[in-house]
């Protein structure tokens, strides 16, 4: 073997490392296009409407995904692996049935999450912003319920049939158009225009979901209701681990923001929901690039424990040498970053920031385990470790905050990606009698340390000029070896890599 060979492993695994970052190209590329178009919404936003505007859009946000993941079920989720499954088997008339079907239950479920926040909204605009006056928008969002319920059965339509450039395409199209419906709401009416902006971004995404989803060729068939009811029952349960996780996820989620605003008042939270989405975009591409795909390969090969650990140490290697450069980027740039996302008001979000983004290495760490538990059929455990981190979260950050003030949130989330990322381990090697390689292991090492002392430096180095020379040296450091990795571990050259997630112009 030679010495590049030992240090990356044999053929084969250059292969798959090669797969993994064709399939994340197109995703890639069309998520890093949406973080440019998110920089010009959230900087108009912030603009528009300030940090108090910026925190009732959160509040609104997540109250639709709270009582959407409520009301959906979970078939976002399980109906990709039903639709993938169908479309392994090469049988149309099956795949046919479990879109059918699949359609028929998120028509289903989005008119329940319309109901539902019609015929609570007066409660639930008197928990989310202590008054009544929210309650008419709040009805109003129901609407955003329907729409995404049924953009989200074209997505697992697309997603399990593994039409990857359709959903780039769907991405991108999506943001172009949600972005430039929704600012003329915000220049012309101000935090006034958050839900029709809400409602016009739900509109476009569902229309051009269903323009793709339509594109997938299917044969014409007709499923009587009783047969359909049978095929729902699987998705149904199928999804109620998805459901159950992301509802504690959503109710963790939702609970922290109404703690926080009111602790800290409206412009206080907007400092939070600000410095959290910064924190969570970079993340978000990398995680979006390579998950895409990941987990119906997870699924298909639920049977084959020891392929399983191959698929899980590639996915977190990849991740963490394609997340690690990026956090270590944004934890420098913070104070620059903020300002350019947002506006100088927001500049008390610093420190904070900087905290999220040393906790996402831990949800980069933790995130190809979670898959694992799903791909086996492991629902309960996968529900109640979800549950367990969720209540966590809730406490770590009342008690946090209670200590440090609002930077203490920040540290809530390094404590909880901690316990995250431990649990997750401890259930994989439970689950498949092993985990994290050596690799695997020095790589999280390594990234921890780094990641660690460029947070000291930044955080606590008084000398500024000093300060800033060791970080851009430790950050373009970190660039080179872990590009240089992705190199050897693909065996492609650096035009090749560029070229894949379309950085340059494929050569003749």
């Keep these: 073997m030679t010495a590049p060979e030992a240090a990356t492993g044999p053929a084969p695994a250059a292969g798959r490392f090669r797969e993994i970052l064709k399939s994340s190209s197109l995703i890639g590329a069309a998520s890093l ?32 995904t709270l009582v959407g993941t409520l ?45 539902a926040l019609a015929a609570f909204s007066l409660p639930l605009s008197r928990v ?7 309650a008419g928008s709040v009805a109003a969002l129901g609407l955003t319920l329907w729409a995404g319920s049924l953009a989200a059965a074209q997505g697992s339509l697309l997603t399990g049939t593994r039409r990857i450039a359709d959903l780039a395409r769907i991405s991108v199209l999506g943001s172009l158009a949600g972005t430039a419906l929704s600012l003329p709401c915000y220049y012309f009416w101000g935090t006034d225009g958050i839900v029709p902006s809400l409602l016009l971004f739900a509109a476009a995404n569902l229309a051009i979901s269903w323009y793709y989803a339509r594109r997938v060729p299917l044969p014409r068939i007709e499923l ?12 149904v349960l199928l999804g109620a681990s998805f459901m159950g996780a992301g509802l504690a996820g959503s109710a963790a ?6 703690l926080l605003s009111r602790a800290f008042g409206m412009a206080g939270f907007g400092i939070y929901q600000a410095a959290l989405s910064l924190s969570g975009i970079l993340i978000g591409f990398v995680l979006s690039a390579l998950g895409t795909d990941y987990y119906p390969r997870l699924s298909a090969a639920a049977h084959d ?14 991740a963490l040498l394609l997340a690690l450069p990026a956090l270590s980027l944004l934890l420098v740039a913070a104070p620059l970053v903020l300002r350019l ?14 905290w999220f983004i040393l906790s996402m290495l831990g949800r980069v760490l933790s995130w190809p385990l979670g898959y694992v538990l799903l791909a086996k059929g492991q629902g309960r455990s996968y529900l109640g470790s979800e549950i367990a981190v969720d209540v966590l979260q809730v406490g770590l950050v009342y008690g946090c905050t209670r200590l440090w003030g609002l930077d203490g949130a920040g540290v809530a989330f390094v404590l909880l990606y901690l316990f995250h990322v431990s649990l997750m381990l401890w259930l994989t090697r439970r689950c498949l009698g092993g985990a994290w390689d050596q690799r695997t292991r020095q790589f999280a090492l390594v990234g921890t340390v780094t990641l660690g002392l460029l947070f000291a430096n930044c955080s606590f180095n008084d000398n500024e000029p000093v300060g800033w020379l060791l970080s851009l040296l430790v950050t373009g450091t970190v660039f080179l070896v872990c590009f ?25």
């Design 253 to 258: 989620t939702y609970l922290i923001q109404v």
């Design 484 to 508: 240089r990795l992705i190199s050897r571990m693909s065996d492609l050259g650096v035009r090749r890599i560029l070229e894949k997630f379309r950085l340059l112009p494929r050569s003749a």
């Design 224 to 235: 009587p209701w009783r047969e359909s009811c049978g095929e729902a029952r699987r998705l």
């Design 305 to 318: 424990d020891k392929r399983i650990v191959e698929m899980v140490n590639e996915q977190c290697q990849v």
């Design 128 to 134: 989310s912003f202590g008054t009544p006056r929210y």
């Design 341 to 354: 996302f947002y506006s100088a008001s927001f500049s008390g979000a610093t420190q904070l920031l900087r």
């Design 71 to 115: 009301t959906g079920l979970g078939i976002g989720n399980s109906g990709v692996r039903q639709v993938a499954e169908a479309a392994a088997g090469d049988d149309e008339l099956k795949l046919a049935r479990t879109v059918i079907t699949l359609r028929r239950v998120a028509w289903l479920t989005g008119l329940v999450g319309f109901l």
């Design 33 to 64: 296009f949406n973080i440019l178009i998110g920089m010009v919404r959230t900087k108009a936003v912030a603009l528009l409407l300030g940090p108090s505007g910026v925190g009732l859009l959160g509040l609104f946000a997540q109250l639709i």
